[in-house]
């Protein structure tokens, strides 16, 4: 797969983004979307979320081995696809569309950004590859430009502490865990010996954990300014792209619930033919186009480095707001059918919501944009 | 751009130095080079090139520092009435009017909305009767909501020529000569107690058969080329990131550390936000536009801003406190150039109610996206088999 859409140029350049999608985008998104139209049915996915396991592990296998997407911005030599940061958006579309409960957001963003800022060569092909499966043990909630995380502390370097609400540390071979040394240092660390148990969370096809360290040794990544750039380029990273997920979501909400307002007839006649449905609708899809240029424009701000931070929090302050309107409506349309288990509305609304608090919830984000802006 | 272009382009800079020939003749240079409208037939301002390479075209003259017309006088013009001469025109209409449009000899004006014809256009009653001998048409009726009817030499025109068939049926488009006897214009005061737009009342106007675009009762189908232009004209542009109205927000913001307070800076926020992602949008569909023909698209940038625009400007009001009491001037005038930009908060705020209303209700624009891009039913429709005349009013 080549990058077909990427660009080289400055760091500050709002000008230059590319919003559009490029042919090798659309056919990832084809094939990703065939194979999750065959592997991950609503009803299976609904299924999922009251099982013993809550990921689907065949499905990851096959995004790995099928189509070898879990690597797409990792360089070819370490066995990734070469490809770019706008590639995997396109798939995380594909992903939220379906709410797959697969562990790609944490193992091929957030875990993948943060080694590759940190230039490392022996996690990241296993990772690319989709042999094994990582994540960032952070709160889910923690958002970009804060403090150092300091759940978890070194001691004789052995890490302690718990991290709660960690999202797909379930399916994880190997943790990344920021932790602070003795003397105030930031380190980064790569673990393998955690103990994570399940929580019961809002979303279920992304459960989070709580992952317990007790005198854990761990591999040291990096540490301080290394450490937290690391943790900038994962947490801005996944907060950008977090938005294609989103917009996944709110284009599923959008697109079954303008055909279910086609199909349901009351009063004699489609219900998609009432103004007040009609133009709740219309609104919706303004929202979910500027949403695409909103997540298009993050996807492409992390592939050229250009305002990363910036467009990160944008995304988030945006997207959050929008994928849960979308998902909100798409409940209220469908009426009656809209509120019950067997309808998938309810998974969409519980994964529109958890994503908006995850990486911070949109007040945070603006609190960026103001501090970047000088607002 | 290929090379060919790239070179007509490089030739017609080097033939009329930009900084020293007169705008009209640059501009007519640039028509009959082939370089106005390059997707447009040869002879008529354009080379037959596709419509995407325009933009580098636009790019290339304005990197030259090329002049160009004022889009608030020639907007109409270049952006309504050019493609529907092209698209309708008889080849004498496109072969008089498209040359002296472009270089900005002539203005343009857009007789369309009537008193009793607002967003239900296809209602319009304003008349049109062909006289048997000479084949010209006589023209009765009043128009309104008319920007630059005081300052135009020609108008596009929509008129009743068959009250006996349904209206959507029964309308012609023609070009009307605004300097003809018979057209009467008066301006209209807004709200803001300006008087950008003009009321207009044609009494026996004549207008030759040869100045009718389309055929007789085709006027709705030649209608629609202009309107999906219009809304594309009015939310398709590209904008820096504050650019807009939010820039002047933004600014009056950061020039006033003393009016801070945290929900004032949430709702600030808010908006920037908002108006980033309309930005981004209208990027977007600029990037995908430049290739196609405008589409329903235009539709949503239009609605975006409408509701941006007008949320912004009352938040500047609420933000600059008892400053906000006050208004710049209501004594009556009409604006040479008018723009939101430049005017007073209190002028922003209610000049930004028009944006909801005019090329477009909002309410119609939602109903144009639900019934063309989502494929949602049409209304019930009640005037639909009904000849115009027996119409409820």
Same mark, same amino acid.
């Given at each position: ?75 070819? +030599? ?8 706008? +590639? ?98 930031? +380190? ?62 709110? +284009? ?124 | ?21 007169? $705008? /009209?003749?640059?501009?007519?240079? @640039?028509? &009959? ?13 354009? @080379?037959?090139?596709? @419509?995407?390479?325009?933009?580098? $075209? ?5 990197? /030259? ?18 493609? !529907? ?67 135009? &030499? ?17 309308? !012609? ?14 301006? =209209? ?10 009321? $207009? ?14 055929? $007789? ?43 801070? !307070? ?29 290739? %196609?023909?405008? *589409?329903?698209? %235009? ?24 400053? *906000? ?15 939101? =930009? ?5 002028? @922003? ?45």
């Amino acid at each position: 797969m080549n990058a077909t859409t990427t660009t080289d140029q400055g760091s500050t350049d709002q000008g230059g983004a590319d919003l559009g999608y490029s042919e090798v985008e659309e056919e990832l998104r084809a094939n990703v979307r065939a194979l999750l139209a065959d592997r991950a049915p609503a009803n299976a996915t609904l299924a999922r979320t009251e099982a013993e396991q809550t990921t689907d592990t065949a499905l990851w296998r096959a995004l790995a081995g099928e189509l070898g997407v879990t690597g797409l911005p990792v360089p070819e +030599e370490l066995g990734g696809a070469g490809a770019s940061w706008r +590639e995997t958006a396109v798939v995380l579309e594909e992903l939220g569309r379906a709410v797959a409960p697969v562990p790609f957001f944490g193992s091929c963003v957030l875990a993948t950004a943060a080694l590759l800022a940190l230039g490392e060569r022996k996690i990241l092909p296993q990772l690319a590859s989709g042999e094994a499966v990582g994540t960032l043990a952070v709160p889910f909630a923690v958002a970009p430009g804060g403090a150092f995380p300091a759940d978890v502390r070194v001691s004789g370097g052995l890490l302690s502490g718990t991290v709660r609400h960690v999202a797909d540390a379930l399916a994880a071979d190997v943790l990344l865990v920021p932790a602070v040394a003795a003397d105030g240092t930031a +380190e980064l660390y790569a673990v393998t010996g955690a103990a994570v148990e399940p929580m019961v969370s809002l979303d279920m096809t992304r459960q989070l954990a709580v992952v317990t360290l007790e005198e854990v040794e761990g591999i040291l990544l990096a540490s301080g300014a290394d450490a937290a750039t690391a943790l900038d380029a994962a947490l801005e990273t996944g907060a950008a792209l977090l938005a294609s997920e989103q917009l996944g979501v709110a +284009e599923w909400a959008l697109t079954t619930t303008v055909a279910y307002a086609k199909e349901r007839h009351q009063f004699g006649r489609p219900i998609g033919g009432f103004q007040a449905v009609k133009h709740r609708l219309a609104d919706l899809w303004v929202l979910v186009t500027q949403l695409r240029a909103v997540a298009r424009a993050g996807a492409d701000a992390v592939d050229r480095d250009a305002e990363r931070a910036l467009y990160a929090a944008l995304a988030q302050a945006f997207a959050s707001g929008a994928a849960v309107t979308a998902a909100e409506e798409a409940v209220q349309l469908h009426g009656g059918i809209g509120f019950t288990w067997e309808h998938p509305a309810h998974l969409y609304l519980k994964r529109a919501k958890s994503a908006s608090l995850a990486l911070g919830a949109a007040d945070r984000h603006r609190a960026r944009i103001a501090s970047l802006t000088h607002l | 751009m290929d090379a060919e272009l790239s070179r007509a382009i490089r030739d017609l800079i080097d033939e009329h130095d930009p900084a020293t020939t007169p $705008v /009209a003749d640059f501009l007519g240079a @640039r028509f &009959d080079a082939g370089l106005a409208w390059v997707h447009f037939p040869e002879g008529l301002g354009g @080379r037959s090139a596709p @419509r995407s390479v325009q933009q580098e $075209v636009n790019d290339a003259f304005a990197a /030259a520092g090329a002049p160009t017309l004022d889009i608030g006088r020639h907007g109409i013009g270049l952006g309504m009435a050019a493609p !529907t001469l092209l698209a309708h025109g008889s080849d004498e209409v496109r072969r008089r009017f498209l040359r002296p449009l472009w270089t900005g000899e002539e203005i343009w004006c857009q007789l369309f909305s009537e008193p009793g014809a607002g967003s239900d256009l296809a209602a319009l009653g304003t008349r049109a009767v062909q006289e048997p001998d000479s084949g010209d048409w006589i023209v009765d009726g009043q128009k309104v909501w008319t920007s630059l009817a005081h300052e135009a &030499d020609w108008a596009i025109l929509v008129t009743r020529t068959d009250p006996d068939v349904p209206k959507h049926r029964g309308m !012609t488009y023609f070009v009307c000569d605004m300097h003809a006897p018979g057209v009467e214009v008066r301006p =209209l005061r807004q709200a803001t107690g300006e008087a950008e737009f003009n009321e $207009v009342f044609l009494t026996g106007v004549r207008i030759p058969d040869a100045h009718r675009l389309g055929e $007789v009762g085709d006027g709705w189908r030649v209608a629609q080329t202009t309107l999906m232009n219009e809304r594309v004209a009015i939310g398709g542009h590209a904008e820096p990131r504050e650019g807009g109205m939010i820039g002047v927000l933004a600014r009056t913001w950061r020039e006033h550390p003393e009016l801070h !307070t945290p929900a004032l800076q949430d709702a600030l926020l808010r908006l920037w936000v908002d108006a980033e992602a309309a930005r981004l949008t209208s990027e977007r569909l600029r990037q995908q536009l430049a290739a %196609g023909q405008p *589409g329903p698209e %235009g539709s949503a940038a239009k609605l975006a801003f409408a509701r941006l625009n007008q949320q912004i400007s009352g938040l500047e009001l609420e933000l600059l406190g008892a400053e *906000g009491l006050e208004y710049h001037d209501w004594t009556f005038r009409r604006p040479a150039n008018p723009s939101m =930009l430049e005017g007073s908060p209190g002028y @922003r705020y209610l000049r930004a109610k028009g944006n909801s209303i005019e090329g477009g209700t909002s309410e119609i624009l939602r109903g144009i996206i639900a019934e063309r891009v989502l494929g949602l039913p049409q209304e019930i429709r009640v005037d639909k088999d009904v000849a115009w005349k027996d119409l409820p009013r």
